[in-house]
């Protein structure tokens, strides 16, 4: 049977389950990715689990997010996550060495090999012909150990590319094309595939972007196939004997269809405050912006910035405007360097910072409060800038150049000046020592974990009670993203590797009483519930939107729908992630409501529905779309807690 390559992939490293959509898979992990934000959580638990050494063939650790040392917390962090790679038998990459995806595209992802992360952008090594997925760290650290991750099989949608990209429109114009057809939740239990004879336009760091923002589209992952592009690319890094070609078969069936023509493209703006709000930039140009961001991990290609740099050659921005210059990596700066076009930005007046994420996560660059910023960054969700009353645009660097000089939203066909046509070069710098490698088993095992006073223990997770009397102490709306749950930036994620202090700022862009309330609840023995939406954790993989709350006694979520990382990392920590069977009772649970369920343990391994009892309420049904295994976290407490007993009983 002719095979698409997602398909190739899964069935290459199947291990459990039959590969029909809706089915429960588990699939065998080469190569793990993490990064500060969420890796110092995967190596407690790490050390939690008692492992002695990574079994995967290649895990790697990248400090990009946490750059900011304004005290001692990120470095003394840092300096741990490299003790643990050291101890582990991990891949490190150091502070300033650029943003993980790019990073391990250049110096160690391989076509036809799978890709676990604890960051929900992984999906970007999709590009090279990988089957890379976002996950929660606990997940991660799971398959560090050897384990592998099981999932839902998903449907395959193909999409075929026709036609070549016209002038000053670019890869990010076709990921939020298919945001603009499909929106946040359309990809939602599907892998993107691409295909057609369109590919041959795209380079491998254009695949990068489209790969990248299929995690705003909610997809389980993006695939592109290996092809010659690919080995031209991995040629140029000196790796062309990690190349392997990957295509589909002729005849190859996809579960879901669509079609882009590229040459109908123009470009498109993400209005704020989500990656689904696209609109053509003509319907908005005129639009006054205060600043203009170019980098990321979602447009980090030579092209991207060059491409800037001959806009603004010899010109100055706009006085009004900010021009932010991130670049992904040393070696994009180097090659900037070298090319001459690092000084074209900064004659024009841009500003330019460390290699890293830096204002993707809202680490430095948060924008004016009511002031338009326009970002080549894969997401404006509310407040996820550092600036909660932001006004964050997303679009592709052709905008972003064109919009700089201008000072408003402005179409970049209507500039005076020749398309630039920038090609990715073949002979970029490669730093192979960009990554230290792990050391040798008997080196690496007299290796102590280096803890500042920041780290404290994972808390412990007590098993499911049989019987739940639960008080709802939040309800909110659609699209709830994790940003908004478990926010970022330099005021928070410093205490990344400590619950007890992160959990004072678990929700508090929605209501700022809700850690105190939850606190005092928990102080009396009590437990709580939250209502959601739909497509409630949208966003970010990071497991501290599930392991804060539930540090603070969230035991239940209640919502219309979940997004597929939050509702596993619920599960992972031993949370019960429950949907309603009739929608409409959403409108039924309000804040401060008193909810019962009974007999659950029995039940949930039994049963798919359960009642609610609502004191003063008539009762609701619920339902779980739980497997075997989740069922089990849940009644255990944990997936920690699991791995605790395997490991114990060995």
Known sequence: ?????????????????????????????????????????????????????????????????????????????????????????????????????????????????????????????????????????????????????RLRMPKVMGVHLKGALPDWVGAKDVILEMLRRHGVRGGIGIIVEYYGEGLGGLSAMDRHTIANMGAELGATTSVFPSDEIARRWLRSQRREEDWVELVADEGAAYDLHDEIDLSRLEPLVARPSSPGNVVPVREVAGTEIYQSYVGSSANPGYKDTALVAEVVRGKTVHPRVSLDINPASRQLLELMIRDKRLGALIQAGARLHQAGCNGCIGMGQAPAIGRNSLRTVPRNFPGRSGTAEDCVWLCGPEVAAA????????????????????????????????????????????????????????????????????????????????????????????FRSNIRKISEFVYERVDETYHARARELADRGGAHAIVGGSNYGQGSSREHAALAPRYLGLRVVIAKSFARIHHQNLANFGILPLVFVDEADYGKLEPGDAIALRSIRGRLQKEKELAAEIAGKAAIRLRHNLSPRQIEMILQGSLINIAKQKNNRK
């Open 403 to 494: 919009s700089a000089l201008t000072g408003v939203i402005t179409d970049p066909r209507t500039l005076e000046m020749p398309y630039p046509r920038i090609e990715e070069p073949d002979d970029p710098p490669v730093d192979e020592n960009i990554l230290m490698p792990p050391l040798p088993p008997d080196e690496a095992r007299q290796v102590e974990l280096v803890k500042g006073a920041n780290i404290e223990s994972l808390p412990e997770l007590d098993p499911l009670p049989d019987d739940l009397t639960l008080t709802v102490l939040l309800k909110v709306g659609d699209d709830v993203s994790t940003d908004e749950i478990m926010p970022a930036g330099s005021r928070v994620l410093p």
């Open 1 to 149: 049977m002719p095979r698409n390559v997602a398909q190739k992939l899964i069935e290459a490293h199947l291990v459990e389950g039959k590969m029909e959509p809706g089915a429960e898979i588990a699939i065998h992990i080469d190569q793990t990715l993490t990064q500060d934000a969420t890796g110092t959580l995967v190596m407690l638990e790490l050390e939690a689990m008692g492992l002695d050494r990574a079994r995967t063939e290649v895990s790697a650790q990248y400090v990009d997010h946490n750059l900011l040392q304004e005290d001692n917390k990120n470095a003394e962090d840092h300096i741990f996550l490299q003790s643990a790679c050291r101890r582990f038998g991990i891949w490190f990459s150091r502070p300033g060495g650029g943003v993980s995806h790019p990073v391990h595209m250049q110096r160690l992802g391989k076509p036809g090999k799978t890709l676990l992360g604890s960051d929900s952008h992984t999906c970007a090594a999709g590009s090279l012909g990988m089957l890379a997925i976002g996950a929660g760290g606990l997940e991660v650290a799971m398959a560090i150990a050897g384990e592998p991750f």
